[in-house]
């Protein structure tokens, strides 16, 4: 499929570095920057909410949405989730985790084989390489074109990584945003 890429980030410390992050360049998006184009004197731009959209702006997002088909690009995706960082329905951060591109590493050991333990050995870099590839192969089978259910899929896949390395705490946030905008999402298809 290749929706997806890791990167190596370098050595910090005694750590080696990767990303996992979509296989294109995501639009740059300014939270609100559609709203203070249109915004009249002293009208706020803070967050908004779906209910606040015009009819027109919705249906304009219902056909970005290929009107709920499930035939959509993953970049197709991003730029949907940019134009709500726009409109300043979501947040930048929101949309990195809706995109699947902030989405917690799981403890390397969960993803090797036992006969891969024994054909790396003890060599701890072989063993986060395998699971890399391993974990960018999950991603990439995630993304089937349907972002409801690539939603669901992500956030049982952080959940997942979370319980398995131990940082339930962390993983709230990243939760709570994919519901938000599995919300958003609904409220606009229906």
């Given at each position: 499929m290749g929706y997806y890429e890791c990167i190596y980030q370098g050595i910090s410390g005694n750590a080696h570095a990767?990303?996992?992050v979509p296989a294109f360049t995501p639009r740059?998006?300014?939270?609100?920057?559609?709203?203070?184009?249109?915004?009249?004197?002293?009208?706020?731009?803070?967050?908004?909410?779906?209910k606040e959209l015009s009819e027109e702006t919705k249906?304009?997002?219902?056909?970005?949405?290929?009107?709920?088909?499930?035939?959509m690009t993953l970049q197709e995706w991003d730029d949907f989730l940019a134009d709500l960082v726009e409109?300043?329905?979501i947040t930048n951060t929101e949309r990195s985790y809706a995109?699947?591109?902030?989405?917690?590493?799981?403890?390397?050991?969960?993803?090797?084989?036992?006969e891969d333990r024994r054909r790396f050995g003890p060599n701890p870099m072989l063993w986060m390489e395998n699971?890399?590839?391993?974990?960018?192969?999950?991603k990439d089978d995630m993304w089937t074109g349907?972002?409801?259910?690539?939603?669901?899929?992500?956030?049982?896949?952080?959940?997942?990584?979370a319980a398995s390395s131990g940082t339930m705490d962390i993983a709230v946030s990243e939760r709570e945003a994919m519901r938000?905008?599995?919300?958003?999402?609904q409220e606009i298809l229906w």
């Open positions: 990767w990303l996992i740059k998006a300014e939270f609100g920057s559609m709203l203070k184009k249109t915004a009249a004197d002293g009208e706020s731009t803070d967050k908004q909410d779906v249906a304009e997002l219902r056909e970005k949405l290929h009107n709920g088909r499930g035939d409109l300043a329905i995109n699947g591109s902030m989405s917690g590493v799981p403890k390397t050991s969960d993803y090797v084989s036992p699971g890399l590839t391993f974990q960018k192969k999950q349907d972002p409801l259910k690539f939603l669901n899929k992500l956030d049982v896949y952080t959940l997942r990584n938000r905008v599995t919300q958003i999402l």
